[in-house]
């Protein structure tokens, strides 16, 4: 982003009834801050943000909504298993999940677990323990496939565009397991 784009940014955020003080140091900052960012991603999230939110954001406060929409992240743990849940129901695999919601599934056992739970309750709380990390490392790619390469899995990674614009990440994963079934085929 230049420093024009930065300044609307800005714009956007006092005008929403956000703070007055703004410095000749805050457009500067901030555009360092989010330079590597579309503008027309960082205004989506400074639009966002102003529905949402009520106070003043930092810079990765922005970042982190911008990241999330590009990767079609849940906005939260709620929202990440009610995804879950809702497929379940219509019978889907999990090829539709983002890569932290998949991640967290994986880590509590998968669908089957879910499945065959009798009380959600403590399922959920362990999901959304698990999805707290994974949805931080999945708006860092390098950091989910090392994590990933950590557990055993080899987690192939890309960022596809969507019909909408919008892009997602889109991941393959194999364990050690089956990477050995497949050595001894």
């Known amino acids: 982003m230049n420093k024009a784009e930065t300044g609307k ?14 410095t000749e140091m805050t457009i500067p900052v901030w555009q360092q801050a989010l330079v590597d960012l579309p503008y027309h991603l960082v205004e989506q999230a400074a639009m966002e943000w102003t529905r949402d939110r009520k106070y003043w954001p930092y810079p990765a406060e ?3 909504i911008v990241a999330r929409n590009l990767i ?4 939260d743990a709620g929202e990440a298993w009610e995804r879950i ?3 379940l129901r219509e019978r889907r695999g ?3 999940l983002d890569p932290a919601t998949k991640v967290a ?15 959600l309750t ?18 860092q790619p390098e950091a989910l496939a090392e994590h990933a390469r950590s557990l055993g899995i080899e987690w192939d990674m890309q960022l596809t565009t969507l019909g909408n614009g919008k892009m997602k990440m889109v991941g393959t ?9 497949g050595k001894n085929q």
């Open 9 to 22: 940014i800005i714009a956007i955020l006092v005008g929403a009834g956000g703070r007055s003080d703004v």
């Open 62 to 64: 922005l970042r982190e």
């Open 72 to 75: 079609g992240l849940p906005a």
């Open 85 to 87: 849940l809702t497929m």
């Open 94 to 96: 999990t090829t539709a």
């Open 105 to 119: 599934l994986d880590r509590i056992g998968g669908y089957a677990a879910v499945h065959q739970a009798d009380d």
């Open 122 to 139: 403590w399922l959920r709380k362990e999901f959304s323990q698990t999805f707290a990390t994974a949805k931080i490392m999945a708006s």
């Open 173 to 181: 994963m194999t364990t050690r397991d089956q990477r050995e079934k």
